[in-house]
């Protein structure tokens, strides 16, 4: 009897995984690769950053979320490449042959070229981002409760958020939180005045993808929270305990975090083709790559229609690619894909989120409302959902946020050689699967 075909998916973010779950009575053989054996729920990420979550509430597996499948396998590595005429990708463990192959890499930081933004501010993309902002903020409080010198006091505790969109938002409103509700415990002596939370926008008014009106409620919400909100404003450089402006001012911030820059993920570049708007690879309405029938790109790697890069696009491509797929297999065209939008959502803190559904325009305690009921189901596992309720009713109801504890890990081990010997067993498996 012939082998089922193999189709690989790189990337277990929202696109690949749910096209991995979505093939599982399909007639093929999957292969999910992803550099980390986890998918991470990237909208609770500042939440970690700011010590209300840990990475174990956002981050889940590969193997449990696929194991009860039997037609999908996991690979833990890295594509660096992509061989069209050898129909494999090249990974740092050895080549994995494709029938068909799905890119859904997703997408990373954008510095634009600015190294001085690149060194010295911190991102908040992936799950290390997240703990290494989160320890960040723990050490400069703890430093600053020893620290004599008003004015050294002051620089330390002085943070920076570039960028108004919803990560910087909702990062700068649960940083405030943090600090006004649960350190000034913590740091009995600390004059809350000494510390300060600034977030900078280059545009006109935060959350520009929002109606105008519940950019301002945004605004007004973090500025009642002590959120120093400056709109209009556009950074030249960030240099140590300051960030430069282009006006030629300049902001006192010891801690810098950026999140006004993203584009697609590398891994587009290896395509060939010509890259569109954000570094995304250009398809066309079936998502296949052009001249390519056999490969489709999704989510946040994939240019199509200026579609926001947002779960939704990718969930819902991934679930057309699921049935373009099966469609090919069975000799069928594999139709064309259609975007229906669900609404967009943001949170300021508590009792305060904002939310947009098609007409309906919430802001203030609904918003919130329905951000934490969409944002706790669809999280991924029903334990992650447990837990992540009880820590928000904890610190909703004892303004506390329990993990404040600063932790790092020793590097991993060498690999040596044992690198490509997995990756030449994987292979095996996959297609003796
Ligand atoms: C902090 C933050 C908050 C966000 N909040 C929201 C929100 O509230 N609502 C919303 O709709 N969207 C939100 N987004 C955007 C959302 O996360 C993305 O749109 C979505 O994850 C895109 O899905 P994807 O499958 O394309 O990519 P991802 O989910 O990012 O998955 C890509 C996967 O590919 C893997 N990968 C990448 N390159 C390689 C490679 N070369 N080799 C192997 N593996 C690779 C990565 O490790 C990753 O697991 C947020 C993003 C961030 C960073």
Not at 382 to 397: E, S, T
Request: glycine share 10%.
């Amino acid at each position: 009897m012939a082998e089922l075909p193999l189709v690989v998916i790189v990337g277990a973010g929202f696109g690949g995984l749910t096209l991995a779950r979505r093939l599982a009575k399909a007639p093929v053989r999957v292969l999910l690769i992803d550099r980390n054996n986890y998918h991470l729920f990237s909208p609770l990420l500042y939440q970690v950053a700011t010590a209300m979550l840990d990475p174990a509430e956002i981050a889940q597996p590969v193997r449990k979320l696929i194991r009860g499948q039997r037609n999908c396998d996991f690979l833990q590595a890295e594509v660096r490449d992509l061989d069209f005429s050898g129909r494999q990708v090249i990974t740092d463990r050895g080549r994995v042959r494709w029938d068909y192959l799905v890119l859904a890499t997703g997408s990373a930081t954008n510095y634009f070229g600015n190294a001085s933004l690149k060194e010295r501010s911190y991102g908040l993309k992936q799950l290390p981002d997240g703990l290494s902002l989160r320890n960040r903020v723990l050490d400069r409080f703890e430093r600053s409760r020893w620290e004599e010198s008003v004015e050294a006091r002051r620089t330390m505790l002085s943070f920076a958020i570039i960028g108004g969109g919803p990560t910087g938002v909702e990062l700068a409103g649960a940083l405030a939180e943090l600090i006004h509700l649960v350190l000034r415990k913590d740091f009995r002596g600390l004059d809350v005045g000494e510390t300060r939370v600034t977030l900078v926008e280059g545009g006109d008014r935060l959350l520009p993808a929002f109606h105008p009106s519940l950019s301002e409620a945004a605004a007004r919400s973090l500025r009642r929270k002590r959120v120093d909100v400056r709109l209009g404003t556009l950074v030249e450089e960030v240099h140590p305990g300051e960030v430069v402006l282009q006006d030629g001012t300049s902001l006192a911030a010891d801690t810098v975090v950026w999140t006004a820059g993203v584009r697609a993920s590398e891994l587009g570049e290896r395509t060939g083709v010509e890259l569109g708007r954000h570094g995304q690879v250009p398809v066309g309405p079936t998502l296949q790559l052009e001249g390519h029938p056999n490969v489709f790109v999704i989510g946040d790697a994939a240019g199509l229609d200026d579609l926001p890069m947002l779960i939704p696009v990718a969930m819902q491509q991934a679930k057309h690619v699921a049935s373009a797929l099966t469609r090919l297999v069975a000799g069928a065209a594999p139709g064309t894909f259609q975007f229906r939008d669900p609404g967009i959502m943001a949170t300021v803190g508590r009792n305060s989120g904002i939310a947009q559904l098609g007409r309906i325009r919430l802001h203030g305690f609904p918003g919130w409302a329905m951000w934490l009921g969409v944002h706790l189901m669809n999280v991924v596992t029903f334990r992650a959902r447990a837990v992540v309720l009880l820590n928000w009713a904890w610190d909703y109801l004892f303004y506390d946020r329990p993990i404040r504890i600063m932790v790092s890990a020793a590097p991993a081990a060498p690999e040596g050689d044992h690198g490509a010997s997995a990756a030449r067993a994987a292979g095996t498996t996959t297609s003796s699967m």
